[in-house]
């Protein structure tokens, strides 16, 4: 059986957020989130977004995945149109798309068990109980959680912990795209190479289109094959990671390398 090709197309996406000057003030400012976009991603890759803190890497990320609306543009999947400037809500089925974000925390219901955190998404799905249970027991062992911390709360587990729920609970849907939004950031640093570790297993198991996002060049040479380089909400550089790493071109990725003493 042939392998389904994916592709995932993104065509002048633009965003602009407005501002009031002051609290009493009338008048707003505005800032260019994202200049016009243009990027096309396909499978068997994992690809990476970097740059500096403000650069539109999480305002891309929530386009893509349908929490933000963009001013103008369209996000194409397998050649249908998903998102553009006039859609209120994302028009694919189901949670083909799935965002994790950097801080797990604040993404997981308090007031949920970490077992009805997981069955959620798969509640409107007409899956009985006992094959939803079935597909837990599965993903919590996938991503390497004991049995009983399907029973606690969020905050009765670690903070690597609460990154492997949220791995575990974009991928229980089988997403077609999986954006990784600093996934590394909130961790302690002898956390982050198991996560690292984990999220590169879970990738070549499942036949997925990978966005990871980071500013961290020494992670995004590690596990990126593609790389995109965002500069103040625009698209400077892309191509593989060590044509980017060994002879960058624009100046901007020039300067990303040299500040990470990448030379």
Do not use: W
């Not at 797990?104 to 308090?110: A, D, G, R, V």
């Not at 068990?113 to 062992?141: C, F, P, V, Y």
């Not at 909130?186 to 500013?215: G, M, N, Y």
């Amino acid at each position: 059986m042939n392998k389904e090709v994916m592709a995932l197309s993104i065509k002048g996406i633009s965003k602009i957020f407005y501002k009031r000057k002051s609290f009493f003030a009338k008048t707003f400012s505005s800032v260019e989130a994202l200049k016009g976009i243009t990027l096309s991603i396909d499978s068997e890759k994992i690809y990476g977004i970097v740059g500096e803190s403000g650069c539109g890497k999480t305002t891309l990320a929530k386009i893509i995945v349908g929490l933000l609306k963009p001013d103008s543009g369209e996000v194409c999947f397998n050649n249908q149109v998903v998102i553009d400037a006039g859609t209120k809500r994302r028009r694919m089925e189901g949670h083909s798309f799935q965002l994790v974000f950097q801080n797990p925390f604040t993404s997981l219901n308090p007031r949920f068990t970490i077992n009805q955190i997981l069955r959620e998404g798969l509640i409107n799905k007409k899956i009985d109980d006992a094959t939803i249970g079935q597909k837990i027991e599965s993903i919590a062992a996938e991503v390497n959680l004991p049995h009983e911390v399907i029973k606690k709360y969020p905050h009765e587990l670690s903070g690597g912990e609460r990154q492997r729920i949220a791995l575990a609970r974009a991928l229980i849907v089988e997403p077609k795209l999986l954006i990784l939004d600093e996934p590394l950031s909130s961790l302690d640093v002898t956390i982050q190479s198991s996560i690292l570790l984990l999220i590169e297993k879970l990738v070549k198991k499942r036949s997925i289109i990978v966005l990871f996002i980071a500013h961290d060049l020494a992670v995004m040479r590690h596990i990126a094959e593609y790389v995109f380089v965002l500069s103040n909400g625009a698209l400077v550089e892309e191509g593989p990671v060590e044509t980017i790493f060994s002879t960058p071109q624009h100046h901007y990725t020039k300067r990303l390398l040299d500040a990470a003493l990448y030379k």
